[in-house]
T-cell receptor, first 116, second 113 residues
Framework: DTGVSQDPRHKITKRGQNVTFRCDPISEHNRLYWYRQTLGQGPEFLTY????????KSRLLSDRFSAERPKGSFSTLEIQRTEQGDSAMYLC??????????????FGPGTRLTVL | KQEVTQIPAALSVPEGENLVLNCSFTDSAIYNLQWFRQDPGKGLTSLLL?????REQTSGRLNASLDKSSGRSTLYIAASQPGDSATYLCAFINTGTASKLTFGTGTRLQVTL
C-alpha cells in the first residue's frame, strides 16, 4: 500500500493523559498536513510541514498540541493533558508542493480519538 | 476569510438518478478546488481537482465545475448507484496560502435501491 498511513486507527484515553499519533505520508510527497474533524463537520486545518519545517500552525493548535516531522518523512502529533473537547478524528494528508501536481492532497484513514 | 457552504446537507435519491451537489464560497482567490468522498468513520478519498484556470474536470460518472465569478462549484454524479452513498466534501486552497484546504460541511448522499 503506497498511500498515507496513520497509527493508531483508534485511541481511547482518559482525560489528562497524553497521546501521540503517527502519520506516514506518500513517500515522494514533501508536504504533510494535519487536520481535525468533529462529528458532522468538515475537517479543519491544524498545521503543515514542508520537509522538516513546520510552515504554518492554526490558532486551533493550542499549546497542548505539538507536531514534529524530524527527518522530513513521518510526522507525529502529540496532545498533552487531553480534554474531552479533543475527541475527534485526526486526519493526515500529504502532497507535492504547488508547482508540482497543484498541491493535490491525499488523506490517510485517520485516527479516531475518544477522551473519557 | 474563506467560508464554504454545501447545500443540501443531506440528499436521498433512487438508484439511476442523476444528481448535482452544490458548493458555494465567499473568496474568489482560489488556487484550486478538490472534491472528496468520505465513507462513515473513514478518511477522505480525492475525487477531482480543478485548478484555478480550469472550469471543469471529469472522471468517469463524475463531473465537477468551478465558476469563480459566481462563487460556486458543482459536482454532478450521473446514473447514481448505491455504492455512491457517502458524504461529499468540497474544499479550497486560497491563492495566498497555496497550502491548507478549507472545507465545507459536506452533503450526505444516500442512493436507494
Amino acid at each position: 500500500d503506497t498511500g498515507v498511513s496513520q497509527d493508531p486507527r483508534h485511541k481511547i484515553t482518559k482525560r489528562g493523559q497524553n497521546v501521540t499519533f503517527r502519520c506516514d505520508p506518500i513517500s515522494e510527497h514533501n508536504r504533510l498536513y494535519w487536520y481535525r474533524q468533529t462529528l458532522g463537520q468538515g475537517p479543519e486545518f491544524l498545521t503543515y510541514f514542508q520537509n522538516e519545517a513546520q510552515l504554518e500552525k492554526s490558532r486551533l493548535l493550542s499549546d497542548r498540541f505539538s507536531a514534529e516531522r524530524p527527518k522530513g518523512s513521518f510526522s507525529t502529533l502529540e496532545i498533552q493533558r487531553t480534554e474531552q473537547g479533543d475527541s475527534a478524528m485526526y486526519l493526515c494528508a500529504s502532497s507535492f508542493p504547488p508547482d508540482r501536481n497543484h498541491n493535490e492532497q491525499f488523506f490517510g484513514p485517520g485516527t479516531r480519538l475518544t477522551v473519557l | 476569510k474563506q467560508e464554504v457552504t454545501q447545500i443540501p446537507a443531506a440528499l436521498s435519491v433512487p438508484e439511476g438518478e442523476n444528481l448535482v451537489l452544490n458548493c458555494s464560497f465567499t473568496d474568489s482567490a482560489i488556487y484550486n478546488l478538490q472534491w472528496f468522498r468520505q465513507d462513515p468513520g473513514k478518511g477522505l478519498t480525492s475525487l477531482l481537482l480543478i485548478q484555478s484556470s480550469q472550469r471543469e474536470q471529469t472522471s468517469g460518472r463524475l463531473n465537477a465545475s468551478l465558476d469563480k465569478s459566481s462563487g460556486r462549484s458543482t459536482l454532478y454524479i450521473a446514473a447514481s448507484q448505491p455504492g455512491d452513498s457517502a458524504t461529499y466534501l468540497c474544499a479550497f486552497i486560497n491563492t495566498g496560502t497555496a497550502s491548507k484546504l478549507t472545507f465545507g460541511t459536506g452533503t450526505r448522499l444516500q442512493v436507494t435501491l
